[in-house]
C-alpha cells in the first residue's frame, strides 16, 4: 500500500511598480540547496488554500494574499511506498504602486530574495519550478 503526502509550492510574487518580483526561499540546513518556492504540507482535512495561507506565513512571515493562482494540475512522484502529490500555486503579496510587507523568515528559511522573472527563472533548478514560473509571468503579462 502506497502512502500518500501533500504538499503545495507556493510561489509568493509582489510589484516593483508594474513589474512583477518573485520571491524565493532557501531552506536550511543546506546551504547548497537551491532557491526555491515556499513549502508546506497539506494536512489531512487541510483545504488548499489553508495549507497555503499558513506555508506562506510561516516561511515568510506574509499573512495574507491578495490573490491566490492555481499554476498547473497537481504532480505526483512515487517513491517506494510513498507517494508525494504537490500542488504548484501562486500567491499575491501585494498590489502593483503599494509597497509589499515586509518579509519575516521563518526557522527553515535559511535565505530569501525578492527577484525579477529573468532572474528568478535562472535562480530555480526543479524542471517544474520553472514550468510554474513561466506560466505564472505568463499570466501576469496577459
Given at each position: 500500500?502506497?502512502?500518500?503526502?501533500?504538499?503545495?509550492?507556493?510561489?509568493?510574487?509582489?510589484?516593483?511598480?508594474?513589474?512583477?518580483?518573485?520571491?524565493?526561499?532557501?531552506?536550511?540546513?543546506?546551504?547548497?540547496?537551491?532557491?526555491?518556492?515556499?513549502?508546506?504540507?497539506?494536512?489531512?482535512?487541510?483545504?488548499?488554500?489553508?495549507?497555503?495561507?499558513?506555508?506562506?506565513?510561516?516561511?515568510?512571515?506574509?499573512?495574507?494574499?491578495?490573490?491566490?493562482?492555481?499554476?498547473?494540475?497537481?504532480?505526483?512522484?512515487?517513491?517506494?511506498?510513498?507517494?508525494?502529490?504537490?500542488w504548484p500555486?501562486?500567491?499575491?503579496?501585494?498590489?502593483?504602486?503599494?509597497?509589499?510587507?515586509?518579509?519575516?523568515?521563518?526557522?527553515?528559511?535559511?535565505?530569501?530574495?525578492?527577484?525579477n522573472f529573468?532572474?528568478?527563472?535562472?535562480?530555480?533548478?526543479?524542471?517544474?519550478?520553472?514550468?510554474?514560473?513561466?506560466?505564472?509571468?505568463?499570466?501576469?503579462?496577459?
Amino acid at each position: 500500500m502506497i502512502s500518500l503526502n501533500h504538499r503545495v509550492r507556493v510561489f509568493v510574487f509582489g510589484f516593483d511598480g508594474h513589474d512583477p518580483r518573485f520571491l524565493l526561499v532557501r531552506h536550511r540546513p543546506r546551504a547548497e540547496w537551491p532557491l526555491g518556492p515556499v513549502l508546506g504540507p497539506v494536512g489531512l482535512g487541510d483545504h488548499l488554500e489553508d495549507a497555503i495561507q499558513r506555508g506562506v506565513a510561516e516561511e515568510t512571515g506574509l499573512s495574507r494574499a491578495h490573490q491566490l493562482l492555481p499554476l498547473a494540475d497537481p504532480q505526483k512522484d512515487v517513491f517506494g511506498d510513498v507517494g508525494l502529490i504537490e500542488w504548484p500555486y501562486a500567491y499575491q503579496a501585494g498590489v502593483p504602486d503599494q509597497p509589499g510587507p515586509a518579509v519575516r523568515p521563518g526557522p527553515t528559511v535559511g535565505e530569501f530574495a525578492w527577484l525579477n522573472f529573468e532572474q528568478a527563472y535562472e535562480a530555480v533548478s526543479y524542471r517544474r519550478d520553472r514550468e510554474a514560473l513561466l506560466r505564472l509571468r505568463l499570466r501576469l503579462a496577459s
